[in-house]
């Protein structure tokens, strides 16, 4: 039996009073979902734990089957995607070039624009890269990124983006119980170095944008890691577009696609039919992201949320002479909730996730909705994201028999 995975990232969301207190997947026009959900069994899911909010590339690892201390980094994933070249044991980071401001006795990443920012790294790149000292070496990645590779550096550095704009730039420094590692105390030094040199010239060549700062996040190691079918018996593929699963699909040895729609609708239904494709293929097992949903959640506005939902139920609508395949076993779920609201204090959220199964396998529940609250309700009752690989093993008729 055959899988398909689908992950629409920061599909889950709170309950809003503009929407009548649903979730915004509660108030979409979702018909096909539904039938879904109605024809299968559901589950709720904290991928990490519940009230841990959780990043998707950390989310999704665990979906797959993997431990935590496998993880490479994000960065380390972006560089896959970029085809930078890398080396064993390489020590990665993504460096963002920001406006800051001073106040309340921080620094603190100040609001900008961002195509006017990246308008800026772009004209700066070059020299930036110039300033890189020996042993480093500075890539721009587009936008306001950069990776910093430091060959034969540690990765064990807590780094000094906060992510959250309430809260001020960190110190640079080794991780906790890494201060006494002499590679991580150097690899904190040097960053530290270079980025000292880099904001003084920063200082003098873009006087007009203010104060810039070079933050630092996702440390990540240079590392291979046990490719997806070793682990679980099956060829897969990865239909997605954003730099992150580009290199996580690479990073666990499946076949990549890179599938770009220009709306949300059109978005899955091109990432739909290249999956329909490569399941008529050689492949066993085929993951599928789309990110407009947390994208949407991002904005800000609930009801916008919900049409970008009905959106893809749209698409799935299309796609029923694969989804009623009696030899397929659908999964559709999130990585993490996505509250849709104006708050710096909160990027991701700690609610649980539905997740529904569909296909012969499948023992049916009473849950006729695809939603956060019905999905409380269903057959499978509460799983982790760890959880998610062995009951997909079993429903797809791969599980082995257990004797302790």
């Known amino acids: 039996m055959k899988v398909l995975l689908l992950v629409i990232d920061g599909l889950a969301d709170i309950s809003h009073p503009e929407l009548a207190w649903s979730t ?55 560089a896959l995607a970029a085809g930078l070249p890398l080396r064993e044991g390489d020590a990665l980071f993504m460096l963002n070039l920001v406006p800051v401001e001073r106040r309340e006795g921080g620094v603190f990443v100040a609001d900008h624009d961002e195509a006017r920012m990246a308008d800026v790294c772009s004209r700066l790149a070059e020299g930036l890269r110039g300033l890189a000292p020996p042993g480093m070496e500075l890539f721009y990645m587009g936008g306001i990124e950069f990776i910093a590779a430091v060959r034969g550096g540690s990765h064990r550095i807590a780094c000094s983006d906060p992510f959250l704009r309430h809260l001020p730039l960190r110190e640079l420094r080794p991780a906790d119980g890494w201060e006494d590692d002499e590679a991580a105390a150097s690899t904190a030094a040097g960053l530290e170095a270079f980025i000292a040199a880099a904001e003084e010239w920063l200082a003098e060549e873009e006087r007009a944008e203010g104060e810039l700062a070079l933050t630092v996040k996702w440390p990540s190691q240079g590392r291979e890691v046990a490719p997806f079918q070793d682990r679980h018996g099956m060829r897969a593929a990865a239909v997605v577009s ?144 760890s959880d998610l690989m062995p009951v997909i093993l079993y429903l797809s008729r791969r599980a082995g028999f257990f004797t302790g």
């Open 24 to 78: 915004p997947l509660q108030a979409a026009a979702t018909p096909t979902l539904d039938r879904l959900a109605g024809e299968g069994c559901s589950a709720l899911m904290y991928p990490l734990g519940p009230g841990v909010c959780p990043s998707s590339e950390v989310a999704h690892w665990a979906m797959f089957g993997y431990r935590s201390g496998e993880f490479p980094g994000r960065a380390y994933l972006h």
């Open 242 to 385: 954003t730099p992150c699963f580009q290199g996580m699909g690479t990073a666990l040895s499946m076949l990549v696609e890179t599938v770009r729609g220009a709306g949300a609708g059109d978005d899955l239904a091109a990432k739909l039919d290249a999956a329909a494709g490569l399941l008529r293929g050689d492949r066993e097992f085929v993951f599928v992201h789309t990110k407009y949903a947390d994208e949407a959640a991002h904005a800000g506005v609930p009801s916008a949320k919900a049409e970008v939902i009905a959106a893809m139920d749209g698409a799935l609508s299309a796609m029923t002479g694969l989804l009623d395949d009696p030899g397929l076993l659908t999964v559709v779920t999130a990585d993490h909730s996505t509250p849709t609201a104006r708050d710096a204090r909160v990027l991701h959220g700690g609610d649980p996730v539905p997740v529904l199964f569909h296909g012969s396998t499948v023992r049916r529940d009473t849950v006729e909705r695809f939603d956060e609250v019905s999905a409380a309700a269903g057959g499978m009752g509460q799983i982790a994201g």
